[in-house]
């Protein structure tokens, strides 16, 4: 059997591990990165990409239908269907790219990639597994675990069950038809990303969340707009429900309410979307007796586990289980065994929420701040006066900023309303540059964009906005 050694070994081929294998590579950090399913890992392959290709053909159908229906824009569209094979053939088609693309940038940074199951034998040492036969050992000096993360499943109603009505993203992300009855239960980022797609392609869909309100991450003031808008979709929502399994002939979903009552919910699927957890079984992880944080792996601010040269990034190392998070931590990681001076201390992740209208959260709402003590001014500017908005036929939402009362520093934004996803970049650039009002207040932005909003918001917390 060959064994090879190397400076840096990468278990994990998604966002986390490439980013870094790519970037050790650039720093001529001898890497080799194992992935034993397909490189771009949960984020490229069944996560955000396919996601966001899948609510993207969702919303032109329903546009579609919309102008179908006589619209005061003066399109007319007679009766649209959708052909749902050929949509997930083009969204395997920008998976297929983007996972190209990824194993194309490794090597070419000098990165090698073998393809098998990592299994770890001690801190420095990892044997290459294939149909449960070893193919390879690697010795290292530095070992990086980015395995990320596998849906939590409910014990009595696990995926595949009720002849394969359960179901998880992976399977809704990749539909043969559009099922007429649609159960998603759990009312967060992935029940309703995929909950409002389903409903705009047709299907009748009903979401079950335990809790009293849907999106517990976002502030409430927030989501009031995406659940006024679930419900002009006619999705049903049943929150402070749990879900008690399926009934006897698989037909529908048994759930109870918080006064105890029991109703069903008929289903043709039922997609279970109740958090994530980190992959730490299966691959000798637990051999190392690494410190936990719960369940996931528990590191400091440059990512090192309990053990030396031993580190963890994205998923694995628990919440916030975000893309951009693991692919700061991978950048940071390698830049850290290259010798640079790096700490993983972000002014804010940015959290973005792509259900219609989107939703984004960037440093402190006013509740936090408050919470931290901090004295604080917070405006909000609606879409509903802005110019762009009301040319994109979607004037609901608002951009909100939140700001220390003493010296105008920005703390953080929110925003919800159709496309606000990409005002992300300006939030977080705004906090990491530790920009004041005064700043976003006097920068130009260019007309006519939902931008201005972003303006206008500091305006009015500086009590003079000159659109409202
Ligand atoms: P992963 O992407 O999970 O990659 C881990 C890789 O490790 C996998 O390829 C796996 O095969 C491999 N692996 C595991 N164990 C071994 C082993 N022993 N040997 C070899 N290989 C191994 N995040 C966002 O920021 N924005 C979004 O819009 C978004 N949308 C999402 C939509 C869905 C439906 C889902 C499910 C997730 C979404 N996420 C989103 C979350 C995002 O996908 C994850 O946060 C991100 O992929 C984590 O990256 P990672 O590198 O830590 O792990
Ligand atoms: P989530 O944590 O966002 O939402 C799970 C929801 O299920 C919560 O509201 C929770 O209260 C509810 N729940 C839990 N148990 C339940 C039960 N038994 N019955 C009914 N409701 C129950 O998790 P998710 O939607 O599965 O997504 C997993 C993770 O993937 C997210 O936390 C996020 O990190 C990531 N993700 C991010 C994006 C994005 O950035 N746009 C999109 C999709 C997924």
Redesign the pocket.
């Known amino acids: 059997m060959q064994t090879t050694s190397t400076t840096l070994v990468v278990i994990g081929g998604g966002p986390g591990g490439y980013i870094a294998a790519i970037r050790a590579a650039q720093l001529k950090i001898p890497t080799i990165l194992i992935e034993g399913d397909q490189l771009g890992g949960t984020c490229l392959n069944i996560?955000?990409i396919p996601?966001k290709a899948m609510i993207h053909a969702a919303e032109e159908f329903e546009k579609a239908k919309h102008y179908a229906h006589g619209s005061s824009i003066g399109i007319q569209v007679s009766d649209p269907s959708i052909n749902i094979e050929q949509t997930v053939s083009w969204k395997d088609g920008i998976v297929k790219r983007l996972t190209s693309g990824v194993g194309a940038l490794l090597k070419k940074n000098g990165a090698q990639v073998i393809k098998g199951w990592a299994q770890i034998i001690d801190g420095k040492t990892v044997a290459v597994m294939q149909d449960g036969k070893e193919l390879q050992r690697i010795t290292c000096q530095h070992l990086l675990i980015a395995s990320g993360?596998t849906?939590?499943q409910?014990p009595f109603m696990p995926f595949g069950s009720s002849n394969g009505k359960v179901i998880s993203?992976t399977e809704a992300l990749s539909p043969t038809e559009v099922p007429k009855k649609l159960v998603v239960?759990?009312?967060?980022?992935?029940?309703?990303?995929l909950g409002i797609a389903y409903r705009k392609l047709g299907a009748e869909v009903a979401v079950?969340?335990?809790?009293d309100r849907?999106?517990?991450?976002y502030d409430e003031e927030l989501t009031k707009v995406v659940k006024t808008a679930l419900k002009q979709l006619g999705i049903e929502v049943h929150l402070g429900?749990?879900?008690q399994g399926m009934n006897a002939d698989h037909s529908a979903v048994r759930i109870k309410n918080a006064a105890g009552e029991e109703s069903e919910l008929a289903c043709d699927k039922v997609l279970v979307?109740?958090?994530?957890r980190p992959r730490t079984e299966g691959f000798g992880l637990e051999s190392l007796m690494l410190d936990m944080n719960g369940r996931a792996i528990k590191i400091d601010d440059q990512c090192r586990t309990s053990m030396r040269d031993v580190w963890a990034i994205g998923?694995v190392a628990g919440?916030?289980?975000?893309?951009h998070r693991a692919m700061a931590q991978g950048e940071m990681v390698a830049e850290i065994i290259a010798g640079k001076r790096r700490h993983f201390i972000p002014a804010s992740i940015p959290?973005?929420?792509?259900t219609d209208p989107e939703l984004v959260v960037v440093g402190k709402s006013p509740q936090e701040a408050q919470a931290a003590g901090i004295e604080a001014i917070s405006a909000m500017f609606p879409f509903a006066a802005n110019g762009r908005s009301m040319t994109l036929e979607s004037s609901e939402g608002f951009v909100r900023v939140v700001a220390r009362k003493d010296n105008h520093l920005i703390l953080g934004w929110q925003a919800v309303g159709k496309g606000v996803s990409e005002l992300s970049a300006a939030f977080g650039l705004s906090l990491e540059m530790g920009a004041t009002l005064e700043d976003v207040a006097g920068t130009i932005h260019s007309h006519p964009t939902l931008g201005e909003a972003v303006q206008e918001a500091a305006l009015r917390a500086l009590g003079h906005a000159l659109h409202i």
């Not at 919440?319 to 893309?323: G, H, K």
């Not at 959290?351 to 792509?354: I, L, P, S, T, Y």
């Open positions: 996560g955000c996601s993360s849906p939590v409910l993203s239960v759990g009312g967060g980022y992935i029940g309703l990303e079950v969340e335990s809790l849907i999106l517990p991450a429900c749990t879900v979307a109740v958090g994530r998923d919440e916030p289980m975000l893309a959290a973005v929420c792509f």
